[in-house]
């Protein structure tokens, strides 16, 4: 009995291990953004800036976001969960909180990942404070 249950799981695992050749794994696309810079002139302390970035996939694969980050606690970004077919677009949205901030010019960085050729861009998002 021992030498059958053996024998089962090594056919489910050469089975599962099968490679197919139809999918592309790892595969490099390009993206174009229609600014990497969000200028949030002049603002209130208190406010909050969301800045909106707006991507298109222009390569041949789907694109793929893995970790936004933001450069400090007060800036929060949401990406998309769904990779982004070719020639579609989408919109990467930064919040930054300006409460908490001591300095009168804002300057935050948001740092994307992507599977493309460099695969990170930083966008930036700058501003004044009154």
Known sequence: MKL???ICIGFVLLFACKEDRNVEVGAQTS???KSTVYNAGTVYKGEVIRAVFEVENTGDHP???G???PSCSCTVAKKPNKPLMPGKST???AEVNTAD???KRIHKVVTVMTNTSPNITPLEIKGRIK
């Open 63 to 65: 694109l793929v976001f």
């Open 31 to 33: 993206m174009v953004f």
């Open 4 to 6: 059958l249950s053996v």
């Open 101 to 103: 901030l001591h300095t």
């Open 67 to 69: 970790e936004v980050r």
């Open 91 to 93: 919109k990467i949205i």
